[in-house]
């Protein structure tokens, strides 16, 4: 026993005393004001120690537990009232909740909301009040701003959007909801003004903006406070392309002269459904100059030559499939590449491979080629095939896009296996045709075996005025 008392005194602080009783060892903290503190009873078989807890600390312990147990009491009256805040729809039950927290923002807003359609002042009241206990919050002047509007309040929506928009001046949404209400009120600068500022931030507003700016002012106005400022030039040339298809082609190709005439950089892409549309009404003249001019921005590539009136004729670049490029059709059972090796001329050529037994008529790559009234052109490519099946293989054709033109005009056939070897024709354009199609075509069999199989290529495709005999 006197061995564990000594080893007591070494390893506890050196403030306790320690005795031996009936084979005990008793730890006793020094006495201060109050008596002992604590009484540790140690058995001298190495048991575990049994604590005994003085008057004072139980007491301790006992307010501290009550000071939690109220706080955690606090908190879920808290979550309560939070619950009904933003649950509440009813008036009575909101001036209740207000009787016990007047200043709080959100009592004042969800009461304002319940207010609404029944009482318009008191409405405005606890939203006003809301706004004024809590001035950064964006909700809070938002639900006034649509209430005040709503009233017909013109002061005070101004007043609430004009907030919304320093609190928020790079948040898209209220420059479209404050230019939206200006464009109601008839106040179509201040709309204007705010419709460039949301394009400048978000151009995916644009296609709204223009339809609601379409009966309000005419195009070069709108153009010229919303966009000509605008850095993003494709916001501008999507502005042609709305107006071209709304019909107003006069306006649009007015426009896009404007912005042809300065540095317009775009991705093709962009220009792309104006050029088309062009195209596709026969306005060929407006879509010549269109093409020409970005051919001479720098955003399309010029062609195979000056001479030569067939873009892309030795299918060095992948085609745009658009404009006045190569374009490709139905090519449903075949396999089309613009950029097979093995070419004629250079490095590439085009390849189709028929994969499937069929006797259908096939068009699978064509172009669109401006032409002049009443001229003669000459078109050759070179060619070479691969086990055609059929008789009727792959040839060239010409005919007018404008209906009632002249007759088409077909190269002859190539079946079998061949060499590259050129094919021909001429053919005189009519006295309206402004464009012609050239395709790689595919007519229907008439004569056993009917179904087409293989390969053919095509390259060095050229399409000249005839020259004048001299």
Not at 130 to 137: E, G, V
Not at 188 to 205: F, G, I, M, N
Request: include cysteine.
């Amino acid at each position: 026993m006197r061995e564990v008392e000594a080893i007591a005194k070494r390893s506890l602080l050196p403030d306790l005393s320690f005795s031996t009783r009936n084979g005990l060892l008793i730890e006793l903290a020094n006495a201060g004001r109050g008596g002992p503190r604590v009484v540790m009873i140690w058995s001298s078989l190495g048991a575990a120690p049994r604590s005994e807890v003085s008057p004072r600390l139980r007491v301790r312990a006992v307010l501290f537990l009550l000071l939690v147990a109220g706080a955690s009491a606090w908190l879920a009256v808290e979550s309560l009232l939070a619950g009904i805040v933003t649950s509440f729809e009813t008036p009575a039950t909101g001036r209740r909740l207000l009787a016990w927290d007047a200043d709080d923002p959100r009592l004042e807003d969800q009461l304002g909301q319940a207010y609404k359609g029944t009482n318009q002042v008191e409405d405005l009241r606890h939203l006003e009040r809301a706004t004024q206990l809590s001035p950064a919050s964006r909700l809070y002047w938002s639900d006034l701003e649509l209430a005040c509007e709503s009233a017909g309040d013109a002061q005070c929506t101004d007043q609430a959007r004009e907030r919304l928009l320093r609190l928020c001046p790079m948040s898209p949404g209220y420059y479209w909801l404050e230019a939206d209400s200006c464009l109601r009120m008839n106040r179509l600068d201040l709309a204007l003004a705010q419709y460039r500022r949301l394009l400048e931030l978000d151009p995916t507003y644009a296609p709204s903006v223009w339809s609601n700016l379409e009966t309000v002012h005419q195009p070069e106005h709108v153009y010229e406070k919303v966009l000509a400022d605008n850095p993003r030039g494709e916001a501008k040339v999507g502005y042609v392309d709305f107006l071209s298809d709304e019909g107003d082609n006069e306006a649009a190709y007015r426009i896009w002269r404007r912005l042809a005439a300065g540095s317009l950089s775009v991705p093709y892409s962009s220009a792309a459904p104006y050029l088309d549309r062009l195209i596709a009404w026969g306005r060929i003249n407006e879509s010549v100059n269109v093409w020409q001019d970005l051919e001479r921005l720098g955003i399309v590539k010029p062609g195979s030559g000056k001479d030569n009136l067939i873009f892309n004729g030795d299918f060095e670049r992948p085609p745009l499939k658009s404009g006045f490029d190569w374009r490709t059709g139905n090519t449903t059972y075949l396999a089309v590449d613009f950029s097979a090796p093995q070419a004629y001329h250079r490095d590439h050529c085009l390849r189709i491979d028929f994969t499937v037994s069929r006797n259908d008529e096939y068009e699978p790559v064509f172009q669109i080629v401006p032409v002049l009234p009443r001229q003669t052109y000459e078109l050759e490519a070179f060619v070479r095939t691969q086990d055609i099946t059929s008789d009727s293989g792959l040839c060239l054709r010409v005919h007018d896009i404008q209906p009632g033109g002249f007759p088409d005009a077909v190269t002859e056939t190539s079946v079998g296996t061949t060499p590259w070897h050129p094919v021909r024709l001429s053919f005189t354009t009519g006295p309206h045709t402004e464009a012609v199609q050239v395709s790689f075509w595919r007519p229907r069999s008439r004569v056993f075996p009917t179904e087409i199989l293989g390969t053919a290529w095509g390259d060095a495709v050229s399409l000249r005025p005839q020259r004048s005999p001299k």
